[in-house]
T-cell receptor, first 115, second 113 residues
């Protein structure tokens, strides 16, 4: 199993450009998450999905959109990139157990720089 | 709403010394608590989790954490630090009412030779 993979690993954008980050998991997990990590801020949840075809906003959703057309994939889109979106982006996935003690499995991250 | 506070953004310990990373949580309902570790240029991986089965939780790499309800704490410890423990550590909380895990801001652990 590859676990959680993210594409691309690195990207440099100019202000106003758009791009899509792809997250894929092969563990048949129901739940998928997108986080951003900034120095001194920890991980902040952008959007998440509790199943195919469903998405929900997290803590910092502005400027991002997501889609979950297939259970194994979770896409994060930036329609018009801004320098404030320079960050490291992590995708995670998990089962949803009845007792809610699921473990999140993380991808290796995408380092995005917006000039 | 639940939250976690990690005391100390940077902690330095000598190799072989005790590691203590502090985490306090806030939750109006019984929480589930986690410690994750992030090595340089990698994603996060689970160290251990508290699921109400036992207050002392043992994790990977010799780490353990104790849930103390009276102190609303879930501190992470390791008796003897190793150079390979240098990483960033995140405490996290969730409840069974939520689909989300809330992460603390992280503590970077430095190991001194």
């Amino acid at each position: 199993n590859a676990g959680v993979t993210q594409t691309p690993k690195f990207r440099v954008l100019k202000t106003g450009q758009s791009m899509t980050l792809l997250c894929a998991q092969d563990m048949n997990h129901e739940y998928m998450y997108w986080y951003r990590q900034d120095p001194g801020m920890g991980l902040r949840l952008i959007h998440y999905s509790v199943g195919e075809g469903t998405t929900a906003k997290g803590e910092v959703p502005d400027g991002y959109n997501v889609s979950r057309l297939k259970k194994q994939n979770f896409l994060l889109g930036l329609e018009s990139a801004a320098p404030s979106q320079t960050s490291v982006y992590f995708c995670a996935s998990s089962f949803r157990s009845g007792s809610s003690t699921d473990t999140q499995y993380f991808g290796p991250g995408t380092r995005l720089t917006v000039l | 709403a639940q939250s976690v506070t990690q005391l100390g953004s940077h902690v330095s310990v000598s190799e072989g010394a005790l590691v203590l990373l502090r985490c306090n949580y806030s939750s109006s309902v019984p929480p589930y608590l986690f410690w994750y570790v992030q090595y340089p240029n990698q994603g996060l991986q689970l160290l251990l989790k508290y699921t109400s089965a036992a207050t002392l939780v043992k994790g990977i790499n010799g780490f353990e954490a104790e849930f103390k309800k009276s102190e609303t704490s879930f501190h992470l410890t390791k008796p003897s630090a190793h150079m390979s423990d240098a990483a960033e550590y995140f405490c996290a909380v969730r409840t069974n009412r939520d689909d989300k895990i809330i992460f603390g801001k992280g503590t970077r652990l430095h190991i001194l030779p």
